[in-house]
């Protein structure tokens, strides 16, 4: 074989990865983990947009469960898709946006974050927000990652607690 062919091959092979590696990274996103009581509120950011028609998409475990199409002329923002206790908020700064989860319960626990849609001006543009919100509900989950994150001497200690008579 030639070995410019070779070269040839070589590169793509490289340039190959490096595109993939680019893409399928996700070491910039960072992971808040809230834990909350039942019935309380919480907040899913959503990326800054400077585009004129932006809609904002929220993914449950990177599924769409609620979209709102806003127009950037005094924040004006409507519902395309909404579920029960889910609402875009526009944030004390006037200028930036974020999902409101209301009442949750212990069926919605899982990772939320938010993504924008420019669509005017073009190009169409995507546009995540960085931050992924994991979302865990006292007396469910919360204490179920407590219990993971202890020693086994913490937790022998509690077993031992427990069978201690009184």
Request: proline letters at 5%; aromatic letters at 4%.
């Amino acid at each position: 074989m030639n070995p410019w062919w070779m070269l040839l091959i070589l590169v793509g092979c490289r340039l190959s990865h490096n595109l993939q590696t680019e893409n399928s990274c996700a070491c910039k996103d960072l992971l808040k983990t809230v834990c909350v009581s039942a019935g309380d509120n919480v907040s899913v950011p959503c990326p800054e947009s400077d585009g004129e028609d932006v809609k904002f998409n929220l993914l449950h475990g990177g599924k769409v469960i609620s979209n709102y199409k806003c127009t950037k002329k005094e924040l004006n923002c409507k519902p395309l898709l909404s579920m029960e206790g889910v609402e875009l908020r526009e944030n004390t700064d006037n200028t930036s946006v974020g999902f409101m989860l209301s009442g949750v319960t212990a069926s919605s626990h899982g990772i939320y974050r938010c993504e924008g849609l420019v669509s005017v001006p073009p190009p169409m543009m995507t546009r995540e927000s960085d931050l992924r919100v994991l979302v865990l509900v006292k007396g469910h989950q919360c204490e179920q990652v407590c219990r993971t994150n202890q020693t086994d001497e913490e937790q022998r200690g509690e077993a031992e607690e427990d069978r201690s008579p009184e």
